[in-house]
């Protein structure tokens, strides 16, 4: 949870910082960490996707989501 609180504070010290830079703190751990956190029982979000259906093949789906920002970050 450390990672997510440097984000944080980072953020709040500079907020001219962009994002991208601390793309480098956000692992696949500390998204399944995050997800973990989320109430269970919230209503769907936006894309009307539930926790319970997210939680299905989690790894694979956190191991996408970092591709993806890991692959917005390259030069």
């Not at 480098?24 to 769907?44: E, G, M, N, V, W």
């Amino acid at each position: 949870m450390s990672n997510l609180l440097g984000i944080r504070q980072a953020a709040a010290k500079d907020r001219r910082l962009q994002v991208t830079a601390l793309f480098h703190h956000i692992t696949p751990y500390l998204l399944k960490d995050c997800f973990f956190q989320l109430k269970r029982r919230s209503t769907a979000g936006v894309d009307g996707v539930t926790w319970q259906t997210c939680q299905r093949d989690l790894d694979n789906r956190l191991a996408s989501l970092h591709e993806r920002f890991d692959g917005g970050n390259q030069t």
